[in-house]
């Protein structure tokens, strides 16, 4: 399955992130501009990033064929800065984002199916480097399943997820964004059987940023 994966999605991923690469030229570096000065209070940015997905349990959760879960994730999305930046002298130089996401998820395994939602992320960006912008989120959303398995109900679902990624700038606007997250999918006992899904989301992507 991971083949196919691969043969009916790849080309148009990759086609897909260099599409995207092309953008900054459309938003010309100045001279005096440097990519730490694209994260503050008020600043920009649209990303698209996508993914492969594999299920995996913890205990009961995530057991019995939510485990065997393979999946096709895209995310698009808009993000605010919340603060300007904190502890400019210390190793954890940084500052707060808001990430607003759709999300758009594939199932292949053990049976075809779907989810469509939205997503909010909590996002601290490390600042220490110029270039190079490590970032860790925390967020959550809702939408809605249709998996198609036996130990977990389709129809409303929520999305707790965290993660850990990075921002490699290209140019002064412009940043390759590579991220892993655990993104965990349940619906809170509204419905049985409710063991869940929990994958392990490897994303990679293009972000813009446009002030």
Known sequence: MRRLIGERFGPWLILLVYSFSLLFLFFPARAEDSPRNRFGKGKKYVSL??????????????????????????????????????????????????????????????????????????????????????????????????????SQEDGLIFYPQAGLGFHYFLTNRVAVDASWRVHHMSNSGTNMPNRSVNTNLFLLGISVFVD
């Open 49 to 150: 990033i996508s993914g492969y997905g594999d299920g995996f349990s913890i205990g009961f959760v995530g057991d019995q064929d939510g485990r065997k879960v393979e999946l096709l994730a895209i995310f698009p999305s808009i993000g605010l800065g919340l603060s300007d930046t904190k502890a400019i002298n210390k190793w954890y130089r940084g500052n707060f984002d808001l990430l607003v996401e759709g999300q758009f998820i594939t199932n292949f395994e053990p049976e075809r199916g779907a989810s469509v939602g939205a997503n909010f992320m909590m996002r601290y960006n490390f600042l220490a480097r110029v270039r190079l912008i490590p970032y860790a989120g925390l967020g959550g959303g809702i939408g809605y399943l249709d998996f198609n398995l036996e």
